[in-house]
């Protein structure tokens, strides 16, 4: 196998992967840039590394991905960001009720799942803000009249998600989350259900790609959702 002497990730993947196959490697490395282009232009190659089987070029870690009938990483939409960081949220949340109320199952549970849920979500945003209000104002009412609204969004999302997080300063987190979680799902459904446009999501962050549709309007509906629990709830005893 070939590949270049300093850091090269897929070339460490490409000889772990080649190694779990039960092959012996022998690594070639390339330790100039000279030495690096003069291979590519004589076996008409773009990039390293490059893996050989019994004398037969195989090619890159995807090719080898392929050549074992492993699966191939693939660039189109997924939701494998959102399941991930729902799924971890609810665990936290599990934990967290656990150690206070001795119970992992519990409305508290419920609650902090929600809160947890709306400050990952506002952190994945907050990691790129420009990135995330210029996806944002493909599908957002309010954005798109009003284009610090994108800006805002993630800081409120996150001011809402930690006060409800701690149960203080109610007054603020309720309006917050119940204003922009309404607006969210309306524009929301307006973009992917009415008028069927075929957009990626903002709620992870602008660099996602994850299709708008289900999961960001489950966001917002459990940010409405948890805005009037909280509302109700004093009433209820």
């Known amino acids: 196998m070939v590949m270049e002497d300093h850091v ?3 070339g460490v993947k490409s000889k772990w992967l080649l190694e779990r196959q039960g092959f012996d490697v022998e690594d070639h ?3 100039t840039r000279e030495e690096t282009d003069a291979f590519k232009m004589e076996h008409g190659v773009e990039t390293t590394p490059q893996a050989w089987i019994d004398g037969e070029r195989i090619g890159g870690y995807t090719d080898l991905t392929a050549h074992f009938g492993k699966p ?3 660039s189109g939409t ?3 960001p959102v399941v991930a960081l729902f799924a971890m949220m609810a665990l936290m949340a599990l934990g967290a009720a656990w150690v206070a109320t ?4 519990s409305i508290l549970s419920a ?3 929600v809160s947890f849920s709306m400050c990952g979500l506002a952190y994945l945003k907050l990691r ?3 990135n995330f209000s210029t996806m944002f104002l493909n599908y957002d009412l309010l954005a798109k009249r009003w284009v610090p609204y994108g800006y805002i969004y993630p800081f409120a999302e996150g001011l809402a998600g930690v006060l409800m ?3 203080i300063l109610n007054w603020i987190s309720i309006p917050v989350a119940l204003t922009i979680g309404s607006i969210g799902a309306i524009s929301v459904f307006k973009a992917a259900y009415i008028d069927k446009r075929e957009l990626k999501c903002a709620c992870v962050g602008g660099d996602s790609n994850v299709p708008l549709g289900f999961v960001s309007l489950t966001e917002n509906l459990f940010m409405i959702g948890m805005a009037i629990w909280m509302l109700i709830k004093p009433a209820l005893g």
């Open 128 to 130: 790129d803000v420009e």
């Open 29 to 31: 490395h390339l330790t």
């Open 102 to 105: 001795g119970r992992p199952l």
């Open 8 to 10: 090269c990730p897929y």
């Open 72 to 74: 191939v990483e693939k």
């Open 111 to 113: 609650e902090w799942f």
């Open 78 to 80: 997924t939701y494998q």
């Open 165 to 167: 997080t701690a149960h």
